[in-house]
């Protein structure tokens, strides 16, 4: 049974990067056909795609974040990993990573990055 | 790249169905069969429901189902029950020219 767990640090000062690992259990992350994604939700509110990577190294990124954003992949390790660059107070979420064909499925339990001073 | 729309709530008695609504334009929920949904309960992670417009993932119940017409893709759920009582969100593929994914505004489902 595949598993995604998210991993980092829970609180990130303004302007620097928040980095967050994905470590994918029970299958490898070099199968081919699906991407592997990082979503997040700010607190209270909806869901927001960020980007998603191939186990080749292409990434698609959300047009809004793509210049703050980095997705890389570590298929040596079973990880992909999430880099936001120059990080303000409206960054606060719950990141999650999921692999995706189509559909989101399945999801890691979500991990909360609060920006603060 | 707006979020996809929804309604806020929706509500219904147990055993009564209920439809939540997703509406896009031609670009994103009307231009491709790759819409899903998604059912989220509080402090836990989303779960696929939907996949491919009306695809149903192993182990979800039949009485969830999808469907779509033009740019609108609706959630239905039969025999409501109370266990349904989440938020319920829609997501669409939204380019010809490259990966790119839109999430709705999601829409709180409410067992009465």
């Known amino acids: 049974q595949l598993q995604l767990q998210e991993s980092g640090p829970g609180l990130v000062k303004p302007s620097e990067t928040l980095s967050l690992t994905c470590t994918v259990s029970g299958g490898s992350i070099s199968s081919s056909s699906y991407y592997w994604g990082w979503i997040r939700q700010p607190p209270g509110k909806g869901l927001e795609w960020i980007g998603s990577i191939y186990y080749s190294g292409s990434t698609y990124y959300n047009p809004s974040l793509k210049s703050r954003v980095t997705i890389s992949v570590d298929t040596s390790k079973n990880q992909f990993s999430l880099k936001l660059s120059s990080v303000t107070a409206a960054d606060t979420a719950v990141y999650y990573c999921?692999?995706?064909?189509?559909?989101?499925?399945?999801w890691g339990q979500g991990t909360l990055v609060t920006v603060s001073s | 790249q707006s979020a996809l729309t929804q309604p806020a709530s929706v509500s219904g008695s147990p055993g009564q169905s209920i439809t939540i609504s997703c509406t896009g334009t031609?670009?994103?929920?009307?231009?491709?069969?790759?819409v899903s949904w998604y059912q989220q309960h509080p402090g836990k992670a989303p779960k696929l429901m939907i996949y491919?417009?009306?695809n149903r993932p192993s182990g979800v119940s039949n009485r969830f189902s999808g469907s779509k017409s033009g740019n609108t893709a609706s959630l239905t759920i039969s025999g409501l029950q109370a266990e349904d009582e989440a938020d319920y969100y829609c997501?669409?593929?939204?380019?010809?020219?490259?990966?790119?994914?839109?999430f709705g505004t999601g829409t709180k489902v409410t067992v009465l």
């Open positions: 031609s670009s994103d929920v009307g231009g491709y069969n790759y």
């Open positions: 999921a692999r995706h064909l189509s559909g989101f499925d399945p």
């Open positions: 491919d417009v009306s």
């Open positions: 997501s669409s593929y939204t380019s010809s020219s490259t990966l790119r994914y839109v």
